[in-house]
T-cell receptor
């Protein structure tokens, strides 16, 4: 059972454009929603994160929008750059003691120069 | 570099052999997680430690898998009688507490031939 569904699987954007990646979750026990960026041969690195009591969080060119009632959240990358080309994963952490990450299946972003 | 260190980076083994991976977390990080990532998918939780205690195991962690964290410092993940389906990237992450960011290592890529 995929608890965090992510789309699209791949995304191609022109330099300067907006990249949008969407995620949906089912488990209402999730209470923290981070996004990770992963380059080939590297481990995932935290990009930005949001709690469900906040509808939007912005850090530089990266913005998370969160819709608690719809159980959906999205990542917007403004002014996309070729250096942003990577795989992006949405994730969720539930309120249990383990606090393990449940990841989406990933979006491979390519930003064309 | 004081990040999470994993060794080896790559391991090729024949089916049926045993393999062991090592993870050195960030100093003083109490929590240590193991994840498995297959090609084109997000990482999946395997197990985690709070100091030296292994507190939770995923159903993905079959009885051929064993993890240890002696003295609450480095951790090892052993896979016995490897199968081709074990081929994946094995990622280690550590965090200072249950509510702080988890930092990932670069992973160990296992190929079972």
């Amino acid at each position: 059972q995929q608890q965090v569904k992510q789309s699209p699987q791949s995304l191609i954007v022109q330099k300067g454009g907006i990249s949008i990646i969407n995620c949906a979750y089912e488990n209402t026990a999730f209470d923290y929603f981070p996004w990770y960026q992963q380059f080939p041969g590297k481990g995932p690195a935290l990009l930005i994160a949001i709690r469900p009591d906040v509808s939007e969080k912005k850090e530089g060119r990266f913005t998370i929008s969160f819709n608690k009632s719809a159980k959906q959240f999205s990542l917007h990358i403004m002014d996309s750059q070729p250096g942003d080309s990577a795989t992006y994963f949405c994730a969720a952490i539930d309120s249990g003691s383990a606090r393990q990450l449940t990841f989406g299946s990933g979006t491979q972003l390519t930003v064309l120069p | 570099d004081t990040g999470v260190s994993q060794n080896p980076r790559h391991k090729i083994t024949k089916r049926g052999q045993n393999v062991t991976f090592r993870c050195d977390p960030i100093s003083e990080h109490n929590r240590l997680y193991w994840y498995r990532q297959t090609l084109g998918q997000g990482p999946e939780f395997l197990t985690y430690f709070q100091n030296e205690a292994q507190l939770e195991k995923s159903r993905l962690l079959s009885d051929r898998f064993s993890a240890e964290r002696p003295k609450g410092s480095f951790s090892t993940l052993e896979i016995q009688r490897t199968e081709q389906g074990d081929s994946a990237m094995y990622l280690c992450a550590s965090s200072l507490t249950s509510n702080t960011e988890a930092f990932f290592g670069q992973g160990t890529r296992l190929t079972v031939v």
